[in-house]
């Protein structure tokens, strides 16, 4: 069974960093792309960073690129998005998912995570 399992949301202030951890388990995790992505109340689900099965190929949404960054430990099936200098637009659920390609188009993504709140105050 396919697993994706999300960690480390949190409140933080504005200005502040947190680390999102994705565990993946139930596939050969070295055969897919890892994506992230956001949900804020009452908007769309938005692509925020993704990382290709090698780990040399990144996405980043102009949202964030230069505050978060994307990484993956093949050996632990973990992706983390560490994102810096957090506002309160970042506040969101953030969902991690599998994914064939390396971008932010949802289609390309077959399993997701229960995702993690996000949650920056001002």
């Known amino acids: 069974e396919v697993q994706l399992v999300e960690s480390g949301g949190g409140l933080v202030q504005a200005g502040g960093s947190l680390r999102l951890s994705c565990a993946a388990s139930?596939?050969?995790?070295?055969?897919?792309?890892i994506g992230w992505f956001r949900q804020a109340p009452g908007k769309e689900r938005e692509g925020v960073s993704c990382i290709g099965n090698s780990g040399a190929t990144t996405y980043y949404s102009d949202s964030v690129v230069g505050r978060f960054a994307i990484s993956s430990d093949n050996a632990e099936n973990t992706v983390y998005l560490q994102m810096n200098s957090l506002n309160p637009e970042d506040t969101a659920v953030y969902y991690c998912a599998r994914g064939f390609s390396v971008g932010a188009i949802r289609e390309a993504f077959d399993s997701w995570g229960q995702g993690t709140q996000v949650t920056v105050s001002s």
């Open positions: 139930g596939f050969t995790f070295d055969d897919y792309a």
